[in-house]
């Protein structure tokens, strides 16, 4: 079955310092590639996605680019700021091969903590 | 306004109450999800509609009955509530089922307590 791996958190770092929040997968196919923020108290947003191998997803300064080769979609930002502080989850959501196969798999979530 | 809107956002309630949780979304989206988020954080997909059927069941207590009366609400009743169901529940929703690349839309969540 489709599974999602990422690193282990709480990830801590000074303001303006470099992310990279690694993402590993497993599926069969050619499954699109998402990550999602969750800030303090409230729901997930998507923080950006890609859909086939080599895309490159990108929002809010944060890249991530699919890499099949590696099955690896790592999360990255130049320059983190303290309003990044949030919870962190890579999500891949593979090819249909039978009902319910289009459904989200989540990794266990990644915790930012950014201090000034 | 809300794209995906949750009621209530806080549910404290005795263990072997029946309680129900309301999802609506205004984005004209054909399938609605609940996922569950335990104290870890994981997020595992609990059940699925598409225009008012359902489409994926995951292993979940037949306790939690999903309820779609239209395809912009998707509510979750849940019977005999135990200990363990204590948790933050997710109500997201999409254009498509059965699309790969699709992006889920996701509610502010329903925090419950059960004492």
């Known amino acids: 079955g489709n599974s999602v791996t990422q690193m282990e958190g709480p990830v801590t770092l000074s303001e303006e310092a470099f992310l990279t929040i690694n993402c590993t997968y497993t599926?069969?196919?050619?499954?699109?590639l998402f990550w999602y923020v969750q800030y303090p108290g409230e729901g997930l947003q998507l923080l950006l996605k890609?859909?086939?191998?080599?895309d490159k997803g990108s929002n809010k300064g944060f890249e991530a680019t699919y890499r099949k080769e590696t099955t690896s979609f790592h999360l990255e930002k130049g320059s983190v700021q303290v309003s990044d502080s949030a919870v962190y989850f890579c999500?891949?959501?593979?090819?249909?091969?039978?009902?319910?196969?289009?459904?989200?798999?989540f990794g266990k979530g990644t915790k930012l903590s950014v201090i000034p | 306004d809300t794209a995906v809107s949750q009621t209530p956002k806080y549910l404290v309630t005795q263990m072997g109450n029946d309680k129900s949780i309301k999802c609506e979304q205004n984005?004209?989206?054909?399938?609605m999800y609940w996922y569950k988020q335990d104290s870890k954080k994981f997020l595992k997909i609990m059940f699925s509609?598409?225009?008012?059927?359902?489409?994926i069941n995951e292993t979940v207590p037949n306790r939690f009955s999903p309820k779609s009366p239209d395809k912009a609400h998707l509510n979750l009743h849940i019977n005999s509530l135990e200990l363990g169901d204590s948790a933050v529940y997710f109500c997201?929703?999409?254009?498509?089922?059965?699309?790969?690349?699709?992006?889920?839309?996701f509610g502010p969540g329903t925090r419950l307590t059960v004492l």
């Open positions: 997201a929703s999409s254009q498509f089922s059965a699309s790969s690349t699709d992006t889920q839309y």
């Open positions: 599926a069969t196919g050619y499954p699109s």
């Open positions: 890609a859909t086939k191998a080599d």
């Open positions: 999500a891949l959501r593979g090819a249909y091969s039978g009902a319910g196969s289009y459904q989200l798999t």
């Open positions: 984005l004209g989206h054909d399938t």
């Open positions: 509609y598409n225009n008012k059927e359902l489409i």
